[in-house]
């Protein structure tokens, strides 16, 4: 199964500590998205990448965090010196393409909790 | 912002029954998707509509991308206790390189044995 994948599922951090979440899209995919989830909401944008380039960051705070997506390796959305605020679930999504007729395929998430 | 519209926020049904949802908008979706999610877990892809007027079967789920591109809706035939989940519409409005989704809140729905 060549799916999106995330790790870790769960992640707990304390107040000012740094959260790496990862994702490896799906195989021949070079488009990747991030968003957060929080409970009995729907998904929020909040940025895309292609290798090596942020094509879009509106959806994501200007300060703690970052997203990068490397030549090489998985997709890395961190947070620096997370709050309580952060808690939430992070999903990642994978495209083949950009245009028309792009379709988001999502990971399982990684479920952030920030004591 | 743009937003999507999913109510009622809860939906109960019987097994067997057929149910319908509703997605819309105030502002034009070129792209519209239908999203399941179990707890716990990340949305899965049941229909993708690409075209206004589209309208799609997947198994006993079909789905139309309204005309005027601010609404869709899915419909479930014959539910069975599996179809229970958060069912998400999520559209999409290309402008240039940006293919960000914008999702609805999402409706829960319970089946009944």
């Known amino acids: 199964n060549a799916g999106v994948m995330q790790n870790p599922r769960h992640l707990v951090r304390r107040r000012g500590q740094e959260a790496r979440l990862r994702c490896s899209p799906m195989?021949?995919?070079?488009?990747v998205y991030w968003y957060r989830q929080l409970p009995e909401e729907g998904l929020k944008f909040m940025v895309y990448?292609?290798?090596?380039?942020?094509?879009?960051e509106s959806g994501m705070p200007k300060e703690r965090f970052s997203a990068e997506f490397p030549k090489e390796g998985p997709s890395i959305l961190r947070i620096q010196q997370v709050v309580r605020g952060d808690s939430a679930a992070y999903f990642c999504?994978?495209?083949?393409?950009?245009?028309?007729?792009?379709?988001?395929?999502f990971g399982p998430g990684t479920r952030l909790l920030v004591l | 912002g743009q937003q999507l519209n999913q109510s009622p926020q809860s939906m109960f049904i019987q097994e067997g029954e057929d149910v319908s949802m509703n997605c819309t908008s105030s502002?034009?979706?070129?792209?519209w998707l239908w999203y399941k999610q179990d707890p716990g877990e990340g949305p899965v892809l049941l229909i993708a509509?690409?075209?206004?007027?589209e309208l799609t079967s997947n198994g006993r789920l079909t789905a139309q991308f309204g005309i005027t591109r601010k609404d869709s809706f899915l419909n479930i035939s014959a539910s069975i206790p599996s179809d229970v989940g958060i069912y998400f519409c999520?559209?999409?409005?290309?402008?240039?390189?940006?293919?960000?989704?914008?999702f609805g809140k999402g409706i829960t729905l319970s089946v009944r044995p």
């Open positions: 999504a994978s495209s083949p393409l950009a245009g028309t007729q792009e379709t988001q395929y």
């Open positions: 509509l690409y075209k206004a007027g």
């Open positions: 990448l292609q290798k090596e380039n942020i094509i879009d």
């Open positions: 502002s034009i979706f070129n792209t």
């Open positions: 195989k021949g995919h070079s488009h």
């Open positions: 999520a559209g999409r409005a290309v402008t240039g390189a940006n293919s960000k989704l914008t």
